[in-house]
């Protein structure tokens, strides 16, 4: 078995029913990760396992309700890694702050940032020492947009979580990707123009696919020297 491989190892990725989630999943499957992949929703979840096959159970879990995530870990026992990318933007993205919708701004906050604290602190007793933690976050911690603004203090906060996990929780490493636009189902529907506005000027002026982003969190994964760090895969919009 090569250094740092993922065969025979139990990943867990919450937010891997859709998305960036799945893709990960799928990666680490062909690594030979054994994955438990975990979601809100049940059907969504019960979907995702059968398209991955065999070396995959779900999960249905809700990471806004904290005595559920610590079930749920009780319930899993040991593993190796946690990935996490579960979480929706619509409610901080696209509205001025005049018109902030301070409801949706806490759903959003409650999955994405609360959601992500939830599920590390009661992962921690279960993850093996030697393995590793990887927390997603978004562009918009480095280059801000008008009408994102909790988007992108969430995002930047992912960051500095990330940095300040990987010191307490050593040796178990800690970091975070973070993209640039992805191609996942829901941005799919998004307009050309609207692509292009997004990507324009960067060295790599297209979209992501979510297979391309996955291989940042394989990476973080298997690599046992990296920790505390943010791996941008954002086509080179940080450059520009």
Known sequence: MAANSLSGKRVV????????????????????????????????VEAAAAR?????????????????VAAFFEGLGAFDHLVFTAGDWAGGFGSPLAQF????????????????????????????????ITLTDGMLAHRPMKGAALATAMSGALEHLTRALAVELAPVRVNAVCPGLVLTDRNRAMPDAMVKRFTDGQPLARAAEPAEVAQAYIYAMRAGYTTGQVLMVDGGRWVV
């Open 52 to 68: 991955l096959g065999e070396g995959t159970v779900g999960s249905a879990v809700d990471v806004t309700d904290e005595a559920a």
């Open 101 to 132: 919708d301070l409801a949706a701004a806490k759903t959003t906050l409650g999955v994405r940032f609360w959601g992500a604290i939830i599920a590390v602190k009661h992962a921690c007793g279960a993850i093996a020492k030697d393995g590793s």
């Open 13 to 44: 990725v919450i937010g891997g029913a859709s998305g960036i989630g799945f893709a990960v999943a799928k990666a680490a499957l062909e690594e030979g990760a054994r994955i438990v992949v975990a979601s809100s929703q049940s059907a969504n």
